[in-house]
C-alpha cells in the first residue's frame, strides 16, 4: 500500500509561482506512473500531469502546458508540481496521484487510479 502526501500549496498572487511537492511511502516508487490532478469547487476533476516510471516522459493538460512542470526524485520517493504565472483559475484542491499503469491510461481514466494523496489547497487572488 502506498502513502502519498501533498505539502506547497497557500495562497498567492497572480503571476506568482509554487512548487508543490508529493512524499511518498510504502510501495516501490519506481514502479509506479505518477501524476497531478485538481479539482476546483463544483467542478471535475481535472488531469494536469503525469510523469513516467523513469520520469523520461511527461504529458500535461492543455491548460497547464508551458505553465506547469511536473517531476520526480526516486531517490527520494517524491514527485513535483513547479507552478509558474499562476491565474484565478487555477485555484483548487492539488491531488498527487501513483498508478501501476501507463501514464497515457493514468491521464484518461482517472478513475482507476491505484493510490490518490488527500490533497493541498491553492487559492490564486487576483
Known amino acids: 500500500q502506498v502513502q502519498l502526501e501533498e505539502s506547497g500549496g497557500g495562497l498567492v498572487q497572480v503571476g506568482d509561482s509554487l512548487r508543490l511537492a508529493c512524499a511518498a511511502s510504502g510501495g516501490t516508487f519506481s514502479n509506479l506512473a505518477l501524476g497531478w490532478f485538481r479539482q476546483a469547487p463544483g467542478k471535475e476533476r481535472e488531469f494536469l500531469a503525469v510523469?513516467?516510471?523513469?520520469?523520461?516522459?511527461?504529458s500535461y493538460a492543455d491548460p497547464v502546458k508551458g505553465r506547469f512542470t511536473i517531476s520526480r526524485d526516486n531517490a527520494k520517493t517524491t514527485v513535483f508540481l513547479q507552478m509558474n504565472s499562476l491565474k484565478p483559475e487555477d485555484t483548487a484542491v492539488y491531488y498527487c496521484?501513483?498508478?501501476?499503469?501507463?501514464?497515457?491510461?493514468?491521464?484518461?481514466?482517472?478513475?482507476?487510479?491505484?493510490?490518490w494523496g488527500k490533497g493541498t489547497l491553492v487559492t490564486v487572488s487576483s
Open positions: 496521484a501513483a498508478d501501476r499503469r501507463t501514464t497515457q491510461v493514468m491521464s484518461v481514466d482517472y478513475h482507476g487510479i491505484d493510490y
Open positions: 510523469i513516467s516510471r523513469g520520469g523520461a516522459i511527461t
